[in-house]
């Protein structure tokens, strides 16, 4: 039944966003397993009324989609091999309203996020970083590629992002004209070099029927030409994080992220002329203390949504506000301010704006006026189980993604005008996996109230109890997971608690600065406090409980370890922080390391390893940039040489790693997730169950 569940999990369709137009057309990006099962490859999907249209078929992923208003789609594939692997850059291509797919454009580097910018269409490109335009930047790569040369030299921080390694080309926005007639529009032939590197496997799309495109790779020998030229814009200094077009195409806000003084990889706000030529503009210097960020700009383009994030330091919490700014005089002021929450706001006209939230657990979405103090909630809040994402406006309405702890990710219509919730034909699985979902309540040390959400299996019970601790630390557990999801465990008999402690969001400002100086402090007392009333409950065996967690979650499992004894049978630890110290100097994130230096001395895991007496399964990624593959590594050892834990009968080591060579801070790849899933709940069961566990054979 436990694998049955974990696979009905896996191997569902996925809602993977959602892509709208002004005019009122939706389109879905759904994910699912290619025809091996061992990969997952994104399709396009528009929702028509009542109907749901199939745009895209074959083996090609679909990457970045933009919709212009003519009813064209413009969106990036990957091709697919023989081998049925993908290609390692996309391709970009173009489907009208009838006919086939045609491609646009192919490059070395591919490309990456993609707008409509007016009548031109606005790309982002990994280029050289001494290209500077296209011509260059294919004779250059073309170089470094013959010369089997992969290392990259830079000058500022940070060198890696999550999963991936920086440079050596760098991100820069491009635009291209789009002709009167995209379908008669002429090709142009690409240089050889370009084409023996970018697109040895390109061929023009298979003929296919009205509104439904093929992508897969055929042996046209006429390939490969670009339809679309590509112009560099000029960028300000640093490395493109974020950017935003308006609705003309004349302007783009991007966010420039560059180190300066004493100020490691800080985000600056620019505004850049599209089509006008003029320089970069500085709108907003990032500060230690202040970062910025690009929002929407309003309908007419006249204003512009910022985002302002007090950062986190050794004195203050992280926040974050929006701010409305008019372009003209520069000048901003504060949206919504008497709103006490962080929210992500869009455009509904040029006075209105609407936003969604995390919301005590849930989601909501609010309404409101520019110039209103604050908004009202049009829909959600806590006297439902649903949260809110990707937002946004089609045809007057807002459309998002919806979902909830047991509710798979679908779409849904928002009346502006009344709040009603509908929901929309679901291109993806609704995933029913067993089990019940209920609230439980506490109150914290300083008397703040608490809440979380508790799983339960089907039955009286009592039921063994796993508590898993989120990640974040800035977070919620109110909205659907993939990979941390509580159905696989439910099925397996497991009831599943998902507190919300200090620093969750969703519950005001206050709650963040109860924690964030004390990661160990409020955030752990917080999550003991709801762990004491659930396993008061007669529907759970308070004897038989585990503890796990993610990233801070897996921070918060390391914490736990070295403070409980044998209170949990055991503890799984994922992507964790496991020396607060050592993390700072070699993570990705410029933000860590100086707001850590005084809880280094009071809050680091690392420290109580000698007090560790439950036996821990240790789960790392060694792509993980964000927390390293050392702090696993030195997790493992320190185990191994410090812990308490006793040996088994054969005097050997009861923790347990799992080691992931090839994937980063979470585990996306299909078969990965499945092994992930059963080693955890063979941890669980062995430690908990005292119930023997048979390794999967795919574990060697």
């Given at each position: ?11 569902a ?115 050289h970083?001494?290209a500077?335009?296209?011509?260059e ?22 060198t ?5 390694d ?7 926005l ?8 995209l379908?008669?529009?002429e ?15 390109a ?18 020998e006429?390939?490969p ?38 100020l ?14 003029q320089p ?6 990032a ?52 709103l006490?929450?962080?929210?992500d ?38 006297e439902q ?39 929309l ?14 609230e ?13 959400w ?13 508590v898993?601790?989120?990640g ?8 659907w ?17 998902l507190p ?15 924690g ?16 004491d ?7 759970i ?12 979650g ?11 004894g044998?209170?949990?049978r ?19 994130n ?8 005084e ?12 007090e560790?007496?439950a ?23 320190d ?27 979470w ?16 941890f ?15 574990l060697?």
């Amino acid at each position: 039944m436990t694998s049955q569940s974990i696979e009905t999990l896996l191997d569902a369709t996925r809602l993977a966003g959602l892509e709208t137009t002004e005019g009122g057309r939706i389109l879905a990006k759904v994910s699912r397993p290619d025809e091996k099962g061992t990969a997952y490859r994104t399709a396009l999907i528009e929702i028509d009324g009542d109907r749901l249209l199939p745009l895209t078929r074959g083996s090609s992923s679909i990457g970045a989609v933009a919709a212009a208003e003519d009813g064209t789609i413009f969106f990036t594939a990957k091709r697919v091999g023989e081998d049925g692997e993908e290609s390692e850059d996309a391709q970009l291509w173009a489907l009208p309203v009838r006919g086939e797919a045609r491609e646009l454009a192919s490059r070395l580097g591919g490309f990456g996020g993609l707008a409509m910018a007016g009548r031109h269409l606005l790309v982002e490109l990994e280029v050289h970083s001494q290209a500077a335009d296209e011509a260059e930047h294919r004779e250059l790569s073309t170089t470094r590629k013959d010369a089997k040369v992969t290392a990259a030299l830079h000058a500022g921080f940070p060198t890696r992002y999550w999963d991936q390694d920086l440079g050596p080309t760098r991100p820069v926005l491009a635009i291209a004209a789009l002709p009167d007639d995209l379908a008669s529009a002429e090709r142009t032939r690409v240089p050889a070099t370009e084409g023996a590197a970018a697109s040895a496997s390109a061929a023009a799309s298979a003929p296919s029927s009205a509104s439904s495109a093929s992508t897969d790779a055929t042996d046209d020998e006429d390939r490969p030409t670009q339809v679309l030229h590509f112009r560099h814009l000029p960028m300000p200094a640093g490395r493109l994080l974020e950017w935003t077009v308006d609705r003309s195409g004349e302007r783009a806000l991007v966010a420039m992220q560059d180190s300066r003084d004493d100020l490691l990889g800080v985000p600056h706000l620019h505004l850049l002329d599209l089509v006008g030529g003029q320089p970069p503009r500085l709108l907003r210097e990032a500060t230690a203390e202040i970062e910025y960020g690009p929002g929407e700009f309003s309908p007419e383009g006249t204003r512009a949504l910022i985002g302002r994030f007090q950062t986190w330091t050794e004195t203050a919490s992280m926040d974050t506000a929006v701010e409305v700014l008019d372009l003209v005089t520069g000048e901003s002021r504060p949206l919504w301010p008497e709103l006490d929450h962080w929210i992500d706001p869009l455009w509904l006209d040029e006075t209105t704006l609407v936003a969604t939230s995390d919301d005590q657990g849930r989601g909501s979405v609010w309404i409101g006026g520019v110039d209103d103090p604050a908004p009202r909630r049009l829909a959600g809040g806590p006297e439902q189980e649903l949260a809110f994402s990707s937002a946004s406006i089609a045809g007057g309405a807002i459309i998002a993604s919806a979902s909830g702890i047991a509710v798979a990710p679908h779409p849904v219509r928002i009346d502006p005008a009344t709040g009603v919730v509908e929901a929309l034909p679901n291109p993806a699985d609704a995933v029913t996996l067993p089990g019940t979902l209920t609230e439980v309540t506490a109150t914290a040390e300083d008397g703040t109230d608490l809440r979380a959400w508790l799983r339960l299996p089907e039955g009286e019970g009592p039921h063994p109890l796993v508590v898993f601790a989120h990640g974040g630390p800035w977070g919620s557990w109110n909205a659907w997971t993939y990979r941390w999801n509580p159905g696989p465990f439910v099925a397996a008999g497991y009831a599943v608690l998902l507190p919300d402690p200090a620093i969750s969001t969703g519950y005001g400002q206050s709650m963040i600065e109860r924690g964030q100086h004390q990661l160990g402090g409020a955030p752990y007392t917080d999550i003991m406090a709801l762990t004491d009333v659930t396993v008061g409950r007669a529907d759970i065996d308070a004897e038989r409980t585990a503890f796990a967690g993610g990233s801070y979650g897996g921070y918060m499992a390391n914490w736990v370890a070295g403070h409980t004894g044998d209170r949990f049978r055991c503890i799984v630890t994922h992507a964790s922080l496991w020396d607060t110290d050592t993390m700072g100097h070699t993570t990705d994130n410029a933000g860590w390391e100086r707001p850590m230096r005084e809880q280094n001395t009071r809050y680091n895991p690392k420290s109580f390893v000698g007090e560790i007496v439950a036996p821990m399964l240790v789960i790392h990624g060694d792509k993980d940039y964000r927390v390293p593959i050392a702090q696993g590594h030195a997790l493992w050892y320190d185990l191994h040489e410090f812990s308490a834990t006793p040996r088994d009968a054969e005097g050997r080591t009861q923790h347990r790693y799992l080691y992931f060579p090839d994937e980063g801070h979470w585990i996306q790849g299909r078969g990965n997730a499945q092994v992930w899933y059963e080693t955890f709940l063979g941890f669980l069961d062995e430690h908990v169950r005292g119930q023997a566990w048979e390794r999967p054979a795919t574990l060697g």
